[in-house]
């Protein structure tokens, strides 16, 4: 027979505050019935005492033996009622102690179903009744007797059924609490999730708009120093090798600001994201070939697990090209040094009611450091030892535009796990950089 849940929570202070208060009556109504006749039957302080004993440590005993523990503690119970009431008597079914056997049943009653406490309310009766054959032996059983010995079983029953009644509903107005804490637990955390969002999204808004002005007054100055760096390198064909080297240094640098310039503006630039029936698998398989084929580090081994019949999703393929290409290389990257293998899954998946499709981009990487892991798709935040921190504020924007959202966590065997998702469904055109959906 299973046991039903507890009805309170162990953790519970107050809880254990009124186990405290109600194993201590316990034991004192325990004491005043081992000073009650008969005194010196030594048999009868014993045998209280083990029951004080089980009464003691029957929430060990429950948790110790669990899911048996119950029914191990109801059994000792009937066992120790059964002797008690056959050494506090001349003839023991006419033992003043009988209702001892109400502590096996409520028992029964508070940690069972009905039904297992029905069972063992029957069998506390049974081992009461046992004590009947031997009186039979001495006496005759009358009428009165059999209606006083059924009376005394029928308030076994009643007692069994009102408590367990009483601990059903206690049971079940418990897990309607539980529920409605978990319940309230997740809407605070999606609060607290779409809070973070807004505000990062409106620090993205104003770092954006901050970056267009600065990377257009920029530009101008660089064009400048650009130009003035070819004319010097050219009046400098004739001249010594090492003022040659310099003037080329200059040109270099100028190109990798002029580069950098325009990442900001890209990451600043309000994308619009012009969606189209498309097939992300496809945009996928572009991706990898393109950075495969670039790659010049330690081998990097594909593995691709597309679950067959993927639908068309609304998708700006161009965008979305952009956004795998920096995650795909940002995992090369990753493992440049001594090689790895990247899983690129693509699944039917539903989010927040939303049917659409799931792509996990795993690495054997070094993963995402915990302290920046909440902060990696903010601006400027990178792990790289050089970069600005653009690109997957970039990438995160894009997934905003297609109402979809991104997430990293890192692998339990280590590396990064990103993890996106596309809905089905058609949206409309939006700004990329103005969505919060991402999270």
Known sequence: MEPSPHIVDPDSRRFKRLDALWLTIWLVFLGVLAALPPELEWHKQVILLAIGAVQVLESRILARFEPRGVSYVILLKILLATLLIDHTGELSINSSYWPIYF??????ALYCGPWATLAWTLI????????????????????????????????????????????????HQTQLYRDLAGRLAETNRRLEQAQAEARRSERLAALGQLSA????????????????????????????????ELAGYIS????????????????ARPLHAQLQPSSLTRVLDRVLEIVGDRWKGKPVQLERDYEAGLPPLPLDESLCEQAFLNLVQNAYEAMEERGGTLRVEARRAERDGRDGVRVLLADTGPGIPDKLREEIFNPFVTTKKTGVGLGLSIVSKIVDGH????????AASGGAVFTLFFPLEEVEELPVGQSTAAS
Not at 403 to 410: M, P
């Open 252 to 267: 270099t640098e100028v190109n990798r600001l002029s580069a950098l310039v325009t990442e900001f503006l890209d990451f």
């Open 103 to 108: 502590l096996p049943v409520v028992t029964a």
């Open 213 to 244: 002005g600065l990377a257009h007054e920029i530009r101008n100055p660089l064009g400048v120093i650009k130009g003035s760096a070819e004319m010097l390198t050219q009046k400098l064909q004739t001249s010594d090798e090492l003022s040659r």
């Open 403 to 410: 109402r979809g959202f991104i997430h990293v966590e890192n």
């Open 124 to 171: 506390a009766s049974g081992a009461y009744c046992s004590y009947l054959y031997p009186a039979m032996q001495e006496y005759e059983l009358t009428a009165d007797a059999v209606g006083y010995l059924v009376l005394r079983i029928m308030f076994f029953f009643l007692a069994a059924m009102v408590v367990n009644r009483f601990s059903q509903q206690s049971q």
